[in-house]
């Protein structure tokens, strides 16, 4: 765990002197276990990001851009009620536990000045953020609801008493001394670093292997009181070292507490782990990215940590409702064939309609069926009969059949037409959906699918007349000669780039056969160079689906041959006067 008490600890003293005696002017909730508060001081506006996910809960001061939703939720205006235009007190932590408490100072709807506390429990998959009344300490809300059936000891629902997760009757790290370390069974059948984390609280088993490393034990920790006694008080000298860094870390006063923060850096150049604090266990394992603070380090760390788990975790809801839209697609086709194979028995009934016509004698009301001679082909010829109707009843059901099988055989060829096109279109979606590197462009996409009816908008989802669409903000290259090349992140990009941004005279590219995106090469009304055109084919074939493939054919041709039939999905065009060219998909 990348966040443990020590880490919270440098936080909590870092939030408290830049935003303390801050005004909180924005509330926002990006996504449901997220909150960003954001906080004008004398220095500036700071945003803090506060999170309860499972896979990145933390609190620290972030530089990114959040999307805000049309519609808050009841929490985020809840929070907006309470402490949005108030003043950020302080910033403390509980003890030595991975638990921040905010306090906020705000006049009530009556005038009242109160004072509200908004506390982020970080601990994995039960992390929490709640709002708390510090006058009744009264739970408000909080954003993961706790009820009698999920947990029969602590229950985290508007109006119950806030109480600390229990603390397992732990030390915090701050006030371990030698004597208590010195008790503890540190050669028993566990490892002496999971003794550690059991006894001490705020430790993390990384931080606990680092107190233990080049500390040699005692040969018999029952029988050698003296040597439990030195060793135990390195190890209480050592935490003691460590909050002071921690301290002086958070204060910027990087020659008390040695080096800054840092991020360790697997060889892929991903992110292992971060602290606040020296960890020589990666020392020549991983690269060190150090920063100027503890907020920078957090924010680094799960932005290209996390960023791939929250675009994946993005990606699996849109791939799911777009293999969703497929598969109702593909049933439907199939659907659609099998009644065009029996549509095309329509000869079958015309003929039936003719024989039974020609012979209304041979056979009586009643006749499960009748034999009569093909005139075409001078052979027998059996038809089956409604027992219930007249010879020429019988016959004018027949023809019927034949009128109907020739208007379906149409109509179905139309709606064969029309499912075939709504199956490259989702088809092109989940390869956008596949190759989406930011939220963003699933957000888009996922809209995209709400607006062509594929996926039904949730209820309150958006707000009547307070929908914001999202600039477009496509990919941007350079070619070796200067021109311009840009590509569309989705469908919606892809229509805006073809049909808004390029000239009639620019080069358009696009993979053939294979879903991918409108890639235009700006030619500023001159004829482009080979190698702009093949590099413009290059990323074409990198944003597409054929982006892992060696040798992919590219159709280019000028934007003026470019067109769109009426009713077609987003992204969907016809073209003439292309030419082809094979290319291994690149980026400039």
Same mark, same amino acid.
């Given at each position: 765990m990348a966040y443990d008490g020590m880490v919270t600890r440098a936080i909590a003293h870092?939030?408290?002197?830049? *935003?303390?005696? /801050?005004?909180?002017?924005?509330? @926002?909730?990006?996504?449901?276990?997220?909150? $960003? *508060? $954001? $906080?004008?001081?004398?220095?500036g506006r700071y945003k803090l990001y506060l999170s309860c996910a499972g896979s990145h809960c933390g609190a620290y001061i972030s530089e990114e851009e959040y999307t805000n939703p049309p519609s808050p939720s009841a929490f985020c205006m809840l929070l907006r009620k309470h402490m949005q235009g108030g003043v950020l007190l302080e910033v403390v932590q509980k003890d030595c536990e991975r638990i921040l408490e905010i306090a906020a100072e705000s006049f009530d709807e009556l005038g009242v000045k109160s004072t509200r506390r908004l506390i982020v429990e970080i601990m994995g998959r039960h992390s929490n953020i709640l709002l708390v009344d510090d006058r009744t300490g009264k739970i408000l809300d909080a954003v993961k609801r706790v009820s009698i059936d999920v947990n029969r000891d602590r229950q985290i629902l508007p109006g119950f008493p806030y109480e600390y997760p229990p603390d397992g009757g732990k030390v915090p790290f701050d006030k371990v001394t030698a004597e208590e370390i010195a008790s503890w069974p540190l050669l028993s059948e566990r490892e002496p670093s999971d003794v550690l984390v059991s006894h001490i609280q705020g430790l993390s088993p990384l931080m606990a292997r680092e107190l233990l490393l080049d500390a040699q034990l005692p040969a018999d920790w029952e029988e050698d009181p003296e040597g439990r006694i030195a060793y135990a008080q390195r190890i209480a000298a050592r935490l003691a070292d460590m909050n002071t860094r921690i301290i002086a870390e958070a204060a910027h006063s990087h020659s008390l507490s040695g080096p800054a923060p840092c991020v360790y850096m697997k060889e892929d150049g991903t992110p292992a782990d971060f602290h606040v604090l020296p960890v020589l266990q990666y020392e020549g394992r991983y690269e060190c990215r150090r920063f100027d603070t503890a907020s920078e380090a957090a924010a680094w760390y799960y932005a290209h940590r996390d960023a791939s788990n929250r675009v994946r975790q993005r990606s699996a809801d849109v791939t799911k409702a777009v293999n969703a839209a497929l598969k109702k697609a593909r049933l439907k086709k199939q659907r659609i064939l099998e009644d065009l194979e029996e549509a095309k028995d329509g000869e079958r009934f015309r003929l039936y309609g003719e024989l039974l016509t020609a012979n209304l004698?041979?056979?009586?009301? /009643?006749?499960?069926? $009748?034999t009569v001679t093909n005139y075409y082909n001078n052979e027998p010829l059996t038809i089956? *009969?409604?027992?219930? @109707? %007249?010879? %020429?009843?019988?016959a004018q059901l027949y023809f019927k059949k034949y009128s109907k099988s020739k208007v379906a055989l149409k109509e179905k060829q139309i709606r064969l037409e029309e499912t075939d096109k709504d199956i490259a279109y989702l088809e092109s979606v989940a390869d956008l959906a596949e190759r989406a590197q930011e939220v963003s462009e699933l957000a888009a996409l996922k809209e995209e699918l709400i607006e062509t009816g594929f996926v039904r908008r949730r209820k309150q989802s958006k707000a009547p007349g307070k929908g914001k669409k999202e600039k477009p903000q496509p990919f941007v290259y350079k070619s070796s000669s200067g021109l311009d090349i840009l590509a569309g992140r989705n469908n919606r990009e892809n229509d805006y780039l073809t049909f808004r941004v390029a000239g009639r005279n620019d080069l358009w590219f696009h993979t053939k056969d294979i879903p991918g995106s409108h890639v235009i090469l700006f030619c500023r009304n001159k004829e482009p160079d080979d190698r702009s055109i093949y590099e413009a084919a290059q990323i074409a074939a990198f944003h597409s689906k054929g982006n892992r493939s060696e040798n992919v054919p590219v159709d280019y041709t000028k934007v003026r041959y470019v067109k769109k039939p009426n009713g077609a999905k987003p992204g969907m065009v016809i073209f003439t006067d292309n030419h082809t060219v094979y290319v291994e998909p690149k980026r400039p």
């Open positions: 870092e939030l408290n002197e830049r *935003l303390s005696r /801050g005004k909180i002017e924005k509330i @926002y909730q990006p996504e449901r276990e997220e909150i $960003v *508060l $954001v $906080v004008r001081t004398r220095e004698h041979a056979f009586r009301t /009643g006749d499960p069926e $009748v089956p *009969l409604d027992i219930r @109707y %007249a010879p %020429a009843k019988n």
